[in-house]
């Protein structure tokens, strides 16, 4: 069984960090895309950023690259999301997702909530 973790989340004043953690097991195919997407109340599910099984960083959403970096720690074949400098309207429930392109396999995380306030 394909299990997506998220961790990392938590409340962080305005201009503060966070990194969040995904851990994916339960497959075995070798290739796949790891996305961070945020959903955030009343608004439509954003995609944060793309990276590959191999490390690779695919992309990034919207006006997100100058201040979030996504990456892959091989040792503990994890991958994170660093983000600085949040913002007022950062404040989503971040989501982790694995998928294939052309396999079929698409697997959710519950999220990890993130607040930004003070």
């Known amino acids: 069984q394909v299990q997506v973790v998220e961790s990392g989340g938590g409340l962080v004043q305005p201009g503060g960090s966070l990194n969040l953690s995904c851990a994916a097991s339960?497959?075995?195919?070798?290739?796949?895309?790891i996305r961070w997407y945020r959903q955030a109340p009343g608004k439509e599910r954003e995609k944060v950023a793309t990276?590959?099984?191999?490390?690779?960083?695919?992309d990034y959403g919207a006006s997100m690259k100058d201040r979030f970096t996504i990456s892959k720690d091989n040792a503990k074949d994890s991958y994170y999301l660093q983000m600085n400098s949040l913002k007022p309207d950062d404040p989503a429930l971040y989501l982790c997702?694995?998928?294939?392109?052309?396999?079929?396999?698409?697997?959710w995380g519950q999220g990890t909530q993130v607040t930004v306030s003070g």
């Open positions: 339960g497959f075995t195919f070798n290739a796949y895309f």
């Open positions: 997702n694995l998928y294939t392109p052309f396999g079929g396999h698409d697997y």
């Open positions: 990276i590959s099984s191999s490390g690779i960083v695919m």
